[in-house]
């Protein structure tokens, strides 16, 4: 069994299948809808010897028209959130303790820094909030478009983050903000590898949705594995970087 688009309607040009399936999913179109929708327009192409786009027109256009009688799932519950948002904010946290641990062994938890977890904490719930228009910008856009849109949020973070730096809140003990940050770091980081949210999988008809909803979230855990694995090495390298830095700083 395939839920390859492709392998669902071989008979259609690949980029008018990618188009149609691309738009459907950011309408949220549930997987086995999608599925259906590509097998009827296989079968037409089949059946009238003509192509998808002579028969069905512009296939964003005919993808509106069917996600509008579609039946949309439930979005996620912003608690959903939590996990990556505590995980995200404390690794900010960690890194800072860690470095300042190599350091005089004393963090200034300042302006900046709060509003760097700050941000690290929104973000999860803003992505979930505006996830389909920002992907769709993002499908849309052009590698430089999305890269200086990148870079300036990056910018602009780092800009907050050295402004605040005039406004010290507090100075704590490395250890005593490092530890329990990287403790939150690690169960976050368990519970995404663990999340067995549902999955929706493109299915086409007739399909076993439990064969495929359990070969997504095979793969999907072997994903986040491997990035996990590599957001460590990035975040080891920088933190070496930054220890090092200091230890060469008079």
Do not use: C, K
């Not at 949220?28 to 059946?47: M, W």
């Amino acid at each position: 069994m395939s839920t390859n688009p492709t392998d669902i309607a071989p008979h259609v040009d690949p980029a008018w299948v990618d188009a149609f399936v691309l738009e459907l999913r950011l309408r949220d179109v549930p997987g086995d809808l999608v599925g259906d929708a590509l097998a009827q327009v296989e079968s037409h192409v089949l059946d009238a010897g003509t192509s998808a786009d002579d028969a069905f027109g512009d296939p964003r256009a005919y993808a509106a028209t069917i996600a509008e009688t579609a039946a949309r799932p439930t979005p996620d519950e912003p608690g959903a959130m939590v996990p990556p948002a505590l995980g995200g904010a404390a690794l900010v946290v960690a890194i800072t303790g860690i470095v300042a641990w190599f350091g005089d062994g004393a963090v200034d938890v300042t302006g900046g820094t709060l509003a760097v977890v700050g941000a690290m904490l929104a973000l999860p719930f803003v992505v979930q909030r505006y996830g389909t228009p920002v992907l769709r910008y993002l499908v849309e856009s052009s590698f430089w478009r999305i890269w200086l849109l990148v870079t300036a949020s990056g910018l602009l973070l780092a800009g907050v983050a050295l402004v605040g730096r005039a406004w010290q809140v507090a100075t704590v003990a490395a250890p005593a903000l490092t530890v329990p940050a990287l403790v939150v770091v690690a169960v976050a980081a368990v519970l995404g590898l663990r999340d067995a949210s549902d999955v929706d999988p493109l299915l086409p008809p007739g399909a076993d949705r439990a064969t495929a909803e359990a070969a997504i979230r095979r793969d999907t855990r072997r994903l986040r594995l491997l990035t996990s694995t590599i957001q460590v090495g990035f975040v080891a390298g920088a933190v070496g970087f930054a220890v090092l830095l200091t230890r060469l700083t008079p």
